[in-house]
């Protein structure tokens, strides 16, 4: 295997090498961290196992993060969620897990804001019920340890209130002369428990 090029990469710190294994052309991002590891090769230098398992490792994780940026530009995302949708995208769950953690202690992630806009929407947008905005959260992935210490805060600023809730979609979901019956139908299917 030989160094076949150097280039500065597109992004600051990082540089992309390509390194011809046989008829094989390799590419990899790396940063200049690791290319000062591995000795600052220059072109047609020799590469070894143990210099292309040390690109390897730091192109996939340059891939991790660039991947993890651009999925966060798109919408949040929680923890699990990221992680697989990561791994779909061909990188190792070590990494996944390890690019996500590093994703959250920058702020990038934060679980409880994305909770915090997501049981705004439901409940107030949507007016859903207690029992649907668990259901569909905790389908997302979310704790309902989590779920339930948001709303707790949330009901207790007045930011939710589901009695007020429930008479809005009564209003706007019932018709007049409904039976008990109809609206108890309309609140279940909604989330709401019937003798509330």
Do not use: H, W
Request: one cysteine or more; glycine letters at 8%.
């Amino acid at each position: 295997m030989r160094l076949s090029f150097v280039k500065d990469s597109r992004n600051k710190g990082y540089l992309t090498l390509g390194i011809v294994c046989g008829d094989e052309k390799l590419v990899y991002t790396v940063s200049e961290a690791v290319y000062s590891e591995i000795g600052s090769p220059c072109r047609k230098d020799e590469i070894d196992c143990g210099m292309l398992e040390l690109i390897r490792n730091s192109d996939e994780r340059y891939r991790a993060r660039s991947i993890a940026l651009r999925l966060l530009s798109y919408a949040d995302n929680n923890e699990r969620s990221l992680t697989a949708k990561l791994v779909s995208r061909g990188i190792g769950r070590e990494v996944a897990i390890e690019t996500v953690n590093e994703m959250v202690s920058v702020g990038y992630v934060n679980e409880k804001r994305q909770l915090e806009r997501l049981i705004l929407k439901e409940a107030n947008g949507a007016l859903a019920g207690p029992r649907k905005l668990f259901t569909k959260l905790i389908a997302k992935g979310y704790s309902r340890a989590d779920i339930e210490e948001v709303l707790s805060t949330l009901i207790i600023s007045g930011e939710v209130d589901f009695d007020k809730n429930k008479r809005e979609l009564i209003s706007k979901k019932v018709a007049r002369g409904a039976t008990e019956e109809e609206i108890g139908a309309i609140l279940y299917k909604n989330g709401y428990s019937v003798s509330e």
